[in-house]
């Protein structure tokens, strides 16, 4: 059943070529979520496993497109609020040590902002969805105890947001599709999580990086243009 659910996926996909604008986005999350609730079977854990996580998400997703647009179908980042980036960061973390909490995790976020960041323009509910999936990767990347790190950096046109985790590190071969739609290494993961990120991210006017070392750890560095 859970390749049920993967195969379904993939096609529509395919067909829909992952055009991730809003309205695509939109179309594309109505779809899944029907395939999940058509595959979610209760005969089969890992395949209600993996619908209940798409279900999850595609709501949270859906709800922040929504948000996001202004009718026409093009995310409206461009008129959103001015914000400081630490206090989308703080709030980021605050939930994700919720909810780690309630998962039994025990992984610790050490924080290392620079000052005078500048302004940044951006939708803080999708922000805050791309801040707290790098969160949770970086989180299940590391070990028991281990230690996260959430770091900004500014050259006054750019900000930069950096998650550092010293885990297990990602294949050499694996990086370069690392951000495709539906590539993972996970064996409960659909690898939908770090497409959308990177959609968010470029929709934001920005962009997303991720050096790793195989036995050390990661760093994902998104890069979001200061306010004029």
């Known amino acids: 059943m859970a390749l049920t659910i993967l195969n379904n996926i993939t096609a529509i996909a395919a067909e829909n070529q992952l055009n991730i604008t809003s309205n695509s986005l939109n179309s594309t999350l109505e779809q899944l979520s029907s395939g999940s609730r058509i595959n979610s079977g209760a ?3 890992a395949g209600l496993a993996i619908a209940n996580g798409l279900s999850a998400n595609i709501a949270t997703l859906t709800q922040s497109s ?44 050490f924080k290392n902002y620079s ?33 996260v790190t959430v770091k900004t950096l500014s050259d006054q046109a750019e900000v ?31 690898g939908f999580g770090l497409a959308i990120v990177s959609k968010i991210v470029e929709e934001h006017g920005g962009r997303i990086t991720v ?4 036995g050390e750890g990661s ?9 004029a």
Do not use: C, H, W, Y
């Not at 960061?89 to 994700?96: G, Q, T, V």
């Not at 930069?160 to 739609?181: A, H, L, M, T, Y």
């Open 43 to 45: 005969d089969d854990p």
């Open 66 to 109: 929504s948000n996001a647009t202004d009718g026409v179908g093009e995310l409206q980042v461009a008129d959103g609020a001015l914000s400081q980036v630490t206090t989308l960061l703080d709030r980021a973390i605050a939930r994700f040590e919720r909810e780690q909490k309630s998962m039994g995790s025990n992984v610790t976020v």
């Open 115 to 147: 000052p005078d960041v500048p302004l940044v323009r951006f939708d803080a509910e999708l922000m805050e969805r791309v801040v707290s999936n790098l969160l949770v990767n970086a989180a299940q990347a590391s070990p028991p105890g281990g230690v």
């Open 160 to 190: 930069e947001i950096s998650v550092i985790d010293r885990g297990s590190g990602i294949d050499p071969k694996d990086i370069e599709n690392i951000f495709n739609p539906f590539f993972t290494t996970k064996s409960q993961g659909v």
């Open 211 to 214: 050096e790793s070392t195989p």
């Open 219 to 227: 760093i994902f560095r998104v890069f979001l243009p200061a306010a």
